[in-house]
């Protein structure tokens, strides 16, 4: 009578013991696992959809998109969105705004190691706000002394700093003490004092300062040089002084100039790229849709969310306001329309002659309340909010699923540790007995 091996009789016997219930459990894990990484695909398209609504519908931008144009570059340019007017208008250049520049009248021999006293305040203050430094808190390592590094160091970091950059320039082997403003204009320049630091060449070389440059505000007019309508900015991007225009000024004209003829009107070609790029966002989505919905066939596998709620009633609302009427027209009356396979397509004649003809139709279509973009954006933000939303909603009830099957999959390890362990004690027994018998077998020759 042959002995066997109690390890592997064990571990076979408890296997089998639980085998079925691993199985079906890591099956049921696959498939929701599954399910989330679909889901997570959609939502990240109808994302990516949602994103092309926005951007054809907000404050700034809708469907219509509109072109600046300057006659001469170099002075001005332009950007105009989707509320500005078509028009032409006269623009002259006669000042850019200009950040203030200083520099301190420090010792000739300063460097960034020279020491500075560690007493006494350093006040900068810019546009009404004031950073009164005190200067026993620039020593930083607490050795009982400050250099002009740490001074550069303590005005950039200080939280209330109101707009003051600090510099240590090096030209024609001297260094130099500089303070600029961020912001550009007269009302940004930079005032500076220092008082009760005992240390009078200190305090002397922040009276004693020189502009590098000085603070100016940009000057346009509307119209000529003189006559027209003359604005003032502290920055050099005008915005709103013609309606849904900005207007950044880089050079200045010379007196006695031609004014720059800035025109405004429909920018066909991004219109049109606009409305292609929501084309690809919707059938990108409506692809995604499809890949996991599918019923499946003799060559195609069932869809992991075939059948499944949360898209079935994406795909129906969706549906419903693209197939719509809004302002009394629809997406097929301007070449947009839908063909038997769901995919969304554009007809470019049929579309550039409702820009030509109509565009103020066109507009009120996409754009306003109610309207396309708006009953789209409306319809997909009940699915896409991040805490309440109804995908994350969905993830977080597979995901628990998936936690409860792990609470399973830990019970089942327990189980076969303890057949395993019974197993063990019963073969090993067994093994013992026949060891013993075997034995007492050979003494009988």
């Known amino acids: 009578m042959s002995s066997f091996d109690p390890i592997t009789m064990a571990t076979n016997l408890a296997t089998y ?93 300063l460097d960034a190691n020279t020491e500075i006293p560690t007493t006494g305040t350093l006040d900068l203050t810019v546009d009404g706000k004031t950073l009164s430094l005190d200067l026993s808190t620039v020593d930083t390592d607490g050795d009982g002394k400050a250099t002009m590094a740490d001074l550069v160091s303590a005005i950039n970091n200080d939280p209330d700093n109101p707009g003051v950059n600090a510099t240590l320039v090096r030209s024609n082997g001297q260094t130099h003490f500089m303070l600029s403003s961020t912001e550009t204009g007269v009302a940004n320049s930079v005032n500076v004092s220092a008082s009760g630091t005992g240390a009078s060449w200190f305090e002397d070389a922040f009276t004693n300062t020189s502009n ?22 502290s920055s050099n991007t005008f915005t709103g002084v013609i309606d849904g225009v900005d207007l950044t000024v880089s050079k200045a004209q010379v007196s006695g100039e031609q004014p720059l003829t800035l025109t405004i009107g429909a920018d066909d070609e991004a219109t049109k790229e606009q409305v292609n790029a929501f084309i690809d966002a919707y059938n990108t989505l409506m692809s995604t849709m499809d890949e996991y919905t599918g019923i499946g066939g003799e060559d195609k596998a069932r869809g992991v969310l075939a059948s499944d709620p949360t898209l079935r009633s994406i795909e129906s609302q969706l549906t419903s306001i693209i197939r719509g009427e809004y302002n009394g027209m629809r997406l097929s009356e301007v ?20 820009q030509k003809n109509n565009s103020a139709a066109l507009e009120a279509m996409f754009n306003g309340d109610g309207n396309l973009l708006d009953s789209i954006d409306t319809m997909v933000d009940p699915f896409l909010k991040s805490t309440t939303g109804l995908f994350k909603t969905r993830k977080d009830s597979l995901q628990q699923n998936i936690s409860r099957i792990d609470d399973k999959q830990a ?19 067994m093994n013992t007995l026949m060891t013993q018998m075997n034995q007492t077998m050979s003494m009988f020759g």
């Not at 099956?27 to 679909?38: E, G, P, R, V």
């Open 212 to 233: 590098i440059s000085t603070p100016q505000d940009a000057v346009i007019w509307l119209g000529a040089e003189g006559s027209g309508l003359k604005l003032t900015n």
């Open 411 to 429: 019970t089942l390890e327990r189980k076969y540790d303890m057949a395993y362990s019974r197993y063990l004690k019963q073969f090993t027994q």
């Open 335 to 354: 070449g947009i329309e839908i063909d038997r396979s769901g995919k969304m397509t554009l007809d470019a004649t049929k579309f550039e002659e409702a």
């Open 17 to 109: 013991d639980v085998q079925p219930f691993q199985q079906r459990y890591q099956m049921q894990a696959d498939k929701y696992q599954a399910q989330i990484t679909a889901l997570g695909k959609v939502e990240s398209a109808l994302r990516e959809f949602r994103t092309a609504v926005t951007n054809m519908n907000s404050s700034s931008s809708n469907i219509i998109k509109n072109t600046a144009t300057v006659s001469q570059e170099g002075f001005l340019s332009a950007t105009a969105n989707a509320s500005a007017m078509a028009g032409s208008y006269q623009v002259f250049v006669e000042q850019v705004a200009t950040a203030h520049q200083l520099s301190t009248g420090m010792p000739a021999d």
